[in-house]
């Protein structure tokens, strides 16, 4: 048992140099990314580009409910042929 203890202490002081500098170094990169990323503004462009996606969510639903309503609407002016086309090539949309 004390030959476990005295490895573990030579480990330990032979390695401390090395988990302080690795301290350090993982330290200053966090300081100099945080800087990188506000001089380019990336954090702000991603920010924005996330507003952008949502808004274009946003308009997607939209237009997928217009265009269904109307889809409803017009489908009660096409013919029973034309419709039953029109389902089928859904259909086959839906599978590809």
């Given at each position: 048992m004390d030959i476990f203890i005295n490895q573990m202490e030579i480990f330990f002081?032979?390695?401390h140099p090395v988990i302080m500098g690795l301290a350090i170094?993982?330290?200053?990169?966090?300081?100099?990314?945080?800087?990188?990323?506000?001089?380019w503004r990336i954090n702000e462009n991603t920010e924005s580009l996330q507003r952008i996606a949502d808004s274009l969510e946003v308009i997607a639903a939209?237009?997928?409910?217009?265009a269904?309503?109307?889809d409803q609407k017009n489908?009660?002016?096409?013919?029973?042929?034309?419709?039953?086309?029109?389902?089928?090539?859904?259909k086959e949309a839906k599978r590809a």
């Open positions: 002081t032979k390695s170094f993982v330290l200053v990169f966090l300081i100099f990314r945080e800087v990188i990323l506000w001089y939209a237009t997928d409910f217009l269904s309503d109307i489908s009660k002016k096409i013919s029973p042929k034309i419709q039953t086309a029109k389902v089928a090539d859904t």
